[in-house]
């Protein structure tokens, strides 16, 4: 398979626990997101990467969240100090360099209990 | 976040009808995609648009860039139960170092009765 992978696919953890997601993109594809979604909504942007660097954060990525991409491949999803409010599905998309194409992984869920 | 303007929140059809639903926007767009969701997966893209006035097929699916790139159909034909899942619209920004987020719809619930 090589689409977009993501671990864990499901998380549970309790509130005040820190999680990480890690994404594997498509290869070669060199821009890298994260999007979250909650139940009834469409996917929401959280960050972007071009090689390793990130080049936006949305508001939504409140302090609490950091994602990094080290050595412009695979990617993490931090989140420290887990709140009930951060349970989602945590998705990880990849883009080729001369693509408008973007396409995403299964997803991590989130539950925090 | 900003989010587009999806139609019909949800339908519920017999197999074999077709099947429209639709997005618009208050800003334009240089490119819209439609992605299908199956509960607990991430969305699988099925038909791309890059151009306005742009009419592309993907077998039973069919999908529209409109005129005047704030607004964008998809319609499948002869539906089957395996169609059944969440539709949703995204589209891309025109400019301004934003062309590469998306901004989604909050999806079409699809329900097929066999």
């Known amino acids: 398979d090589t689409g977009v992978s993501q671990d864990p696919r499901h998380k549970i953890t309790k509130r005040g626990q820190n999680v990480t997601f890690r994404c594997d993109p498509i290869?070669?594809?060199?821009?890298l997101y994260w999007y979250r979604q909650t139940l009834g909504q469409g996917p929401e942007f959280l960050t972007y990467?071009?090689?390793?660097?990130?080049?936006?954060k949305s508001r939504l990525l409140s302090d609490r969240f950091s994602a990094e991409r080290p050595k412009g491949s695979f990617s993490t999803l931090e989140i420290q100090r887990t709140e009930q409010g951060d349970s989602a599905m945590y998705l990880c998309?990849?883009?080729?360099?001369?693509?408008?194409?973007?396409?995403f992984g299964e997803g991590s869920w989130l539950t925090v209990v | 976040g900003q989010q587009l303007n999806q139609s019909p929140q949800s339908m519920f059809i017999q197999e074999g009808e077709d099947v429209s639903m639709n997005c618009t926007s208050s800003?334009?767009?240089?490119?819209w995609l439609w992605y299908k969701q199956d509960p607990g997966e991430g969305p699988v893209l099925l038909i791309a648009?890059?151009?306005?006035?742009e009419l592309t097929s993907n077998g039973r699916l069919t999908a529209q860039f409109g005129i005047t790139r704030k607004d964008s159909f998809l319609n499948i034909s002869a539906s089957i139960p395996s169609d059944v899942g969440i539709y949703f619209c995204?589209?891309?920004?025109?400019?301004?170092?934003?062309?590469?987020?998306?901004?989604f719809g909050k999806g079409t619930l699809l329900t097929v009765n066999p």
């Open positions: 998309a990849s883009r080729e360099v001369f693509g408008n194409t973007i396409y």
């Open positions: 290869s070669e594809h060199n821009r």
């Open positions: 648009l890059y151009k306005a006035g």
């Open positions: 800003s334009i767009f240089n490119t």
């Open positions: 990467f071009q090689n390793e660097a990130q080049l936006e």
């Open positions: 995204a589209g891309q920004p025109n400019s301004g170092g934003s062309n590469y987020k998306l901004t």
